[in-house]
């Protein structure tokens, strides 16, 4: 008769009782690390997000500042422009009126 004894890995009590626990171990120490990681990986991308939104901040900003030098620019330019005109609105008037005094030179 064959008395060959077959061990189940989940028989705590056989002699395969240290595979079994180390198995279990195994596992534990495969749950904490996938724990681990995630918990790195949650705290990574939180930073990273923190880092995009003060990122965002900063380019809004200096996206405002420039739209407010635009406008200052264009204002400054506009009253160029229109002091300019006035200028040469003037000498115009000056001309047409030098031109029609009597003692004129020019014709």
Do not use: C, W, Y
């Amino acid at each position: 008769m064959n008395t060959t004894t077959v061990h189940k890995i989940a028989d705590v009590h056989s002699t395969g009782g240290i595979v079994t626990r180390a198995i279990d171990a195994i596992d534990r120490a495969h749950a904490r690390t996938a724990t681990h990681l995630h918990d790195r990986r949650s705290s990574l991308m939180t930073k990273l997000e923190a880092a995009l939104d003060r990122a965002e901040e900063m380019m809004t900003s200096a996206f405002e500042r420039a739209r407010k030098s635009m406008k200052k620019i264009d204002v400054v330019s506009a009253d160029a422009v229109n002091r300019t005109q006035g200028l040469v609105g003037q000498a115009l008037e000056r001309a047409r009126l030098a031109r029609s005094k009597p003692g004129h030179l020019a014709s």
